[in-house]
């Protein structure tokens, strides 16, 4: 397969908003989209950047979701990264009726801690978030 994986730059803000919003679509969450491309690039690019991103650059001919490696050089990559920065764990957030990743994060040697730990992922926002430092 050919691809190369990189860090992601300030001009791939367009496409990371893209599909953020195709992945919202997918997850039947849409209507709960905010980031704009604007956020990404400020957030992502400034002098202190919240969040770091690597991109997959795969060739037009070959963008199909499955079976190429993409997943498993992503995760390779992330991994690499994580480790490097000091970091003992990666933690994925997955919709319980999405097997596809499910099973393709299991594939990856990745246990379920909701399951066996009994995690719940939380999140405040909106009003709640507002207020949280009152």
């Given at each position: 397969m050919d691809f190369s994986i990189r860090a992601a730059n300030v001009e791939d803000c367009k496409d990371i908003a893209r599909m953020i919003v195709e992945?919202?679509?997918?997850?039947?969450?849409?209507?709960?989209?905010?980031?704009?491309?604007?956020?990404?690039?400020?957030?992502?690019?400034?002098?202190n950047p919240f969040f770091h991103g690597i991109v997959a650059e795969v060739p037009e001919q070959h963008k199909t979701k499955d079976g190429k490696g993409i997943g498993k050089a992503l995760m390779s990559k992330v991994a690499q990264l994580g480790l490097a920065a000091g970091c003992n764990q990666l933690n994925f957030t997955v919709l319980d009726?999405?097997?596809?990743?499910?099973?393709?994060?299991?594939?990856?040697g990745s246990v379920d801690v909701t399951a066996s730990m009994g995690y719940h992922c939380m999140r405040c926002e909106g009003e709640a978030l507002d207020s949280a430092p009152s």
């Open positions: 992945l919202s679509e997918y997850e039947k969450v849409a209507d709960q989209v905010k980031v704009t491309q604007r956020d990404l690039e400020q957030d992502g690019f400034s002098k009726w999405n097997k596809q990743s499910l099973d393709f994060y299991f594939s990856q």
